[in-house]
């Protein structure tokens, strides 16, 4: 028996393919137009499919946010690796096996004490290992003041003990914060300008640059030209979720990954239709309430992918979710989901709903499903 | 080389074992003290060697919130299974298959739908399926009104339909929004109350109902007594966390499971360091925003797990978290936690935290680690 989405069991992760490879294409678009190469961050997918379909689309490497992701990645056959969270010292050795193993694996840095450790470890062990270093761009998380001393502290001890020092990077993710066009494009040109600023610090200083590396997924979709900008990371737009379309980066029906789910029971008073997908299968993420619209857990769609306008994931527990009308309570509602009724949901945050899933189904535009398995974990 | 968590890598899931003993012990010989059988629900560790101790501590049979943990526990040789969860009818060949092996399942419904669905079914398999009526003692979720009509329809329904009425079971999940002993004894009692009313209706009406079953963790903790009642379910009380420590059913030092992170940089002015555990290590629960004391994503305790007073994780993305001191920022951030340094992070929530691991650090008095791993997805 073919599976469909009528069939499989439930909770599900669908994967809306035709909306998936739309997206995919347009970001691979958009950074050939703006004549700079795109490496994806593979930390929303997890996923060897996906990240295949956007190599083949025109992708140059992958990001990754964890070593596992970078040591499944090279397993699949992948070589141009970076993987973009501050490297921790006891990491080394892992790294560095790697590398050894033929994986063209980038590390980057923030810091004189980390750099220090970085160069220690790979002269001791003979390895001019590759680093980029982080630059901070937006004051949201990690890098260095572009501007500041430090920067060319970092990068001469990656240099002078005799390190790789590819350039620089840097990642506004304060882009999720914003919800306009003319905010976006802003803090897509100060992630630029800041990135390539501390570029030309350390090539004024002498010091080698080739790699200038930015991005977001808004800031990605929202800059005007990228000069000076060698490459773009961006992760959640293959997916997109409820709040990239907050942020405005996305349609509604742009949004390409969905948590299939039954409905289970009802209270009939309360409007009420309880699902099978809580908050495990949702994840815990609720980043639309601190923006302009709050979809709770999720927007409620149909089996086909069609949003059912006011109908929301309003709570969730671990295995049971709670699906209402906003404002008022729909007294219709054991009539209109009855128990079996399968239902998708849009998710929030598609990195942190995927990541509760073993496997995800794939669903292409004739309803057929393919079982795409994903990994987590450390 | 023996690990200890010094040597192991970070993110990581560390259970203290001293702790977790303690807190199966106490709720054992609480319920052992109230005169009812003990049916921890597993959804919280997801781990055989936990739920391993639950049953040699005196635990009769599991609660499950899926039917893999069904699966996976009856495979490890526990065959007395309560799956907790409403039924949806597309399950229950898989809840048949698991029968035919020889586990013990019982399956729940609130519906009369369901529970027609749930008789027609096991008669057409010649199956007579054990069931629990959920009835619903606070409002939280599901369940049918104790009083009611539907009740006696559900039951009659799959009494008359050949199942095995079992009897009737609660949770009063409400609980987690209370934080006085008053309060929770109070709720403890509503939901004695209301499920043996419901017992006691469906007797007055010749149906059977030799199980009374209730529970969630801060009202098993709470209740004065249990007359009435046959078994209690409880989960998260194995672990603690800082939701319950809010709730009040538990102290810090209770709090069995902890975020084993690694430093990674700093941002010396804003007085934060960054470490390698983000959302994806945490989970997104922010449990404790509601609440009198909100943690954050987590309470900041040394490598011996002593909690630093005024540290939090204040921010999280994906694999990055962000340490602050509450308050004013600490200067002094990157003397006091250089880079390398490791920090045990308490969870708002621990069957959230727990479900982002592939494995716990099971943590002996003598600092030694043993990995027990845990299964995730449905």
């Not at 590759?130 to 501007?147: A, Q």
Request: with cysteine; hydrophobic share 40%.
């Amino acid at each position: 028996m073919t599976s469909t989405l009528y069939t499989i069991d439930t909770p599900a992760a669908v994967i809306d393919l035709p909306r998936a490879m739309k997206n995919i294409a347009r970001m691979q678009d958009r950074m050939n137009a703006l004549g700079v190469a795109f490496r994806p961050h593979v930390k929303t997918s997890k996923c060897e499919q996906v990240v295949r379909a956007q190599l083949d689309a025109g992708a140059q490497g992958i990001t990754v946010s964890t070593l596992k992701e970078a040591e499944r990645f090279f397993a699949s056959g992948i070589t141009d690796i970076l993987y973009a969270v501050g490297m921790a010292p006891h990491r080394l050795p892992q790294a560095l096996a790697l590398r050894r193993r033929g994986c063209a694996l980038t590390i980057i840095t923030d810091s004189v004490g980390s750099a220090m450790e970085i160069a220690g470890f790979g002269r001791s062990h003979g390895e001019r290992l590759p680093v980029l270093v982080e630059v901070d761009t937006d004051g949201h998380r990690s890098g260095l003041d572009p501007y500041g001393d430090e920067l060319l502290k970092v990068a001469s001890v990656l240099h002078e003990g005799g390190m790789e020092l590819k350039g620089v990077m840097t990642h506004a993710g304060s882009s999720y914060e914003l919800n306009t066009p003319e905010a976006l494009s802003a803090l897509a040109e100060q992630e630029r300008a800041g990135c390539v600023a501390a570029a030309e610090r350390l090539r004024a200083a002498g010091l080698p640059c080739p790699v200038v590396s930015v991005g977001s997924t808004p800031t990605a979709l929202s800059a005007r030209e990228l000069r000076g900008v060698t490459e773009v990371r961006a992760g959640v737009y293959v997916f997109f979720d409820l709040v990239m379309h907050n942020v405005g980066v996305c349609a509604m029906h742009d949004i390409a990954l969905g948590v299939l789910t039954t409905v289970i029971g009802h209270q009939r008073e309360k409007g009420w239709a309880i699902v099978d997908a809580g908050w495990m299968a949702m994840s815990r993420d609720a980043g639309t309430a601190k923006q302009q619209r709050d979809y709770k857990y999720g927007q409620v769609c149909g089996v086909d992918g069609a949003p059912m306008a006011g109908y929301l994931l309003g709570g969730a527990n671990q295995e049971h979710g709670i699906v209402v009308r906003e404002g008022d309570a729909d007294t219709d509602i054991v009539a209109r989901f009855p128990i079996g009724t399968r239902l998708r949901i849009l998710p929030n945050h598609a990195c942190a709903t995927g990541a509760q899933f073993e496997k995800y189904q794939a669903l292409s535009a004739d309803g057929s499903l393919r079982e795409w398995s994903r990994f987590h974990g450390w």
